[in-house]
């Protein structure tokens, strides 16, 4: 023993006599001085410190070291002996591989002890702990965190022991002073880690424990201390701060700890089937908590964006309805103020979005929920509807003249991801730009042209005009009026792209009758070689609205030609009149693309079409939806980023 506790003095220990010194000192606690055991155990914490791939360690060697660890540490010798004891296990429960030792119910109480986390005989939670050895109580925690995080049985013990109901308890005391910043943020990161993983303890904590009841305290004191210190004479009123529009500059810890409870929340609310008066009136006090989360800040702007994310998660799983609370009351001056209300947070929100639609590598992620809680607020509230299409769509004016997916407007960038390979993504940003046209196609189809819109209107059935019917919308803001810049180009606006357009020789323009009919004739042999070839579908729009292919829709038998009438142009064995819809690809214009660029449409009884343009049919008479309309249930487009 002396020869290897000589050999190591001045350089790394290995495994194996880092496991024989432990041993010895188990047998023997007095014969070897604790200086030397906190030394070796340091040596090997610090020479491993940065290595998480530990497959050059045996497994007999790791396992015979955990266990003389988990040993020593009952042994209680010293805080210093315990807390370099965790740093070596946090070390070796990196990897997933032989953790057969760390995961026992007797290695699992033995961290929840070491992290205070152990009610002893029903009585209170012993804080002495996070009072006196805040240290050890960090380094347990982190290891609680690497061993649920890779083993499904450590996940299922610590669902079921003390674990969780010890985080609660402690959360509860969130205003004493010995709870430390980082005791905290642990605590949450490992509550948060087992609610993402076991998830059928969620609806548990939140009836039997009351954890969205404490978390919102938790969340409520973070908050309102901001910078000052926990005395309660530094702290802020949250309901102040709600009802002035008053924000906060977090520190860094506090940021931290505030999104890791943002996180437990989020999935501890993600489904809310079991919801009663208690619930909601849990829900709406946590949403105004929310909305002061969005005018508060961090020390640095990843910080704020990081925080704001993680709010808007949340929001996510609120209720439609009570988005109406993220409208502050009017209470500070110059804030921006609309329609009686302080829309700051929803501001906070528009920035947010502003600055994730620069970042193009993580769109489906970062998105996702800021158009979904847009669209189910604009959806449920219209103060918010309306302040948004003021901001979104304003009135077009000399901009006609420009596709609507060209510049940087925020119409413009949110019309660019109607056709975004992201299907998600694609579908609420058309959905939030249909709700703040009131669901109204035509409206929608003035501001993104047909073509941008068309594959939402035929998911939905939409492509013969009309109205959604899944919104609650007031009876103002109609539209009705037009800017007059945008009325000089009405008339010459292709539909299909949104722009305006000079207007285009006809292609056939000095043709004669037999010479159109021959082209009418070449183009329908050139479209059934393709449909036979299963390039291309020729479709038409059935009466519900969607495309449903041709010879389908009529009974026709496949491969059967398309009528040619001699002197008629082209026309179609449908009966219907409608226009034949081809589509290239999701979101792309119903149209037949010739090799120069110019769409054709060929309408039944009609001359053979081919302009830079072909007008969309048109709407059926349809109502708009009125306020008593049910709204959409509140889980559509919800993500869950954090699962």
């Not at 939670?125 to 347990?140: K, Q």
């Not at 450590?154 to 002073?177: F, V, W, Y």
């Not at 949450?188 to 904590?205: C, G, K, N, Q, Y």
């Not at 009325?487 to 539909?495: A, F, G, T, V």
Request: with cysteine; glycine share 6%; aromatic share 4%.
């Amino acid at each position: 023993m002396a020869s290897i506790i000589k050999s190591n003095a001045e350089s790394s220990i290995t495994v194996d006599d880092l496991a024989l010194v432990l041993e010895a000192q188990c047998r023997s606690p007095d014969s070897l001085c604790r200086e030397t055991i906190t030394r070796h155990l340091s040596m090997f914490a610090t020479s491993h410190d940065n290595i998480f791939q530990l497959s050059h360690i045996p497994k007999d060697s790791k396992n015979r070291l955990i266990a003389s660890l988990f040993d020593t540490m009952s042994l209680d010798i010293s805080r210093d002996i315990n807390f370099y004891c965790l740093g070596c296990l946090r070390i070796l429960s990196r990897q997933k591989d032989d953790m057969d030792c760390l995961v026992t119910t007797e290695s699992l109480h033995l961290l929840l002890q070491s992290a205070g986390l152990v009610v002893e005989s029903d009585g209170p939670l012993d804080m002495s702990r996070c009072r006196d050895a805040p240290a050890v109580v960090v380094e347990a925690l982190k290891c609680l965190f690497n061993i649920v995080f890779q083993n499904k049985l450590a996940q299922s013990i610590c669902a079921r022991n003390c674990c969780l109901p010890g985080i609660l308890e402690r959360t509860k005391r969130h205003t004493d002073m010995s709870v430390s910043w980082d005791i905290s943020y642990f605590d949450m990161r490992l509550m948060f880690l087992v609610t993402a993983l076991v998830p059928e303890i969620r609806l548990l904590l939140r009836k039997e424990y009351k954890a969205l009841e404490y978390l919102k305290d938790h969340l409520e004191f973070v908050i309102s201390t901001g910078n000052s210190s926990r005395s309660e004479s530094d702290r802020l009123d949250v309901s102040n701060m709600y009802n002035n529009a008053i924000g906060c500059t977090l520190t860094d810890s506090q940021c931290d700890l505030v999104c890791e409870i943002l996180k437990i929340l989020f999935n501890l609310t993600i489904n809310m089937s079991d919801r009663d008066e208690q619930l909601d009136r849990n829900i709406g006090e946590l949403t105004k908590l929310l909305s002061c989360s969005l005018l508060s800040r961090g020390g640095t702007v990843d910080k704020t964006e990081s925080l704001h994310s993680n709010v808007i998660n949340l929001l996510t799983n609120i209720p439609p309805e009570m988005t109406r609370l993220l409208l502050l009351p009017v209470g500070t001056e110059g804030a921006t103020e609309y329609d009686g209300y302080n829309t700051a947070a929803i501001d906070a929100i528009l920035s947010l979005l502003d600055v994730k639609l620069d970042n193009k590598s993580s769109y489906l992620e970062s998105l996702s929920p800021i158009l979904s809680v847009l669209c189910e607020a604009s959806r449920c509230v219209p103060p918010i509807r309306k302040y948004l299409k003021r901001l979104i769509l304003p009135p077009l004016r000399g901009e006609v003249k420009s596709l609507p997916e060209e510049g940087d407007t925020l119409r413009n960038r949110i019309v660019r991801l109607m056709t975004n390979p992201f299907v998600q993504v694609k579908e609420l940003a058309a959905d939030l730009l249909f709700v703040l046209c009131k669901e109204n196609v035509s409206r929608l189809v003035k501001y993104t042209g047909y073509g941008n819109a068309a594959g939402m209107l035929a998911s939905r059935g939409l492509l013969r005009g009309g109205y959604g019917s899944r919104g609650t919308y007031s009876d103002e803001d109609s539209d009705s009026s037009e800017t007059e810049e945008y009325s000089q180009h009405k008339d010459l606006i292709n539909p299909i792209t949104g722009r305006w357009e000079q207007p285009k020789p006809s292609p056939c323009q000095g043709m004669t009758e037999d010479e159109k009919e021959i082209e009418a004739e070449k183009l329908a042999e050139m479209i059934q070689k393709m449909s036979r070839g299963g390039i291309i579908t020729p479709m038409g729009i059935g009466r519900d609205g969607r495309p449903v292919p041709f010879l389908n829709r009529a009974g026709v038998p496949s491969g059967s030609p398309l009528a040619v009438p001699s002197s008629t142009g082209v026309s179609v064995p449908l009966g219907t009149g409608s226009p034949p819809v081809v589509p290239m690809g999701t979101g792309s214009p119903p149209v037949i693309p010739m090799a120069t660029g110019s769409p054709v449409t060929l309408r039944t009884g009609s001359p053979l079409l081919a302009t830079a343009g072909v007008s969309p049919p048109p709407p059926t008479a349809a109502e708009p939806p009125t306020e008593s309309q049910s709204t959409r249930d509140s889980t559509d487009h919800h993500t869950s980023p954090q699962e």
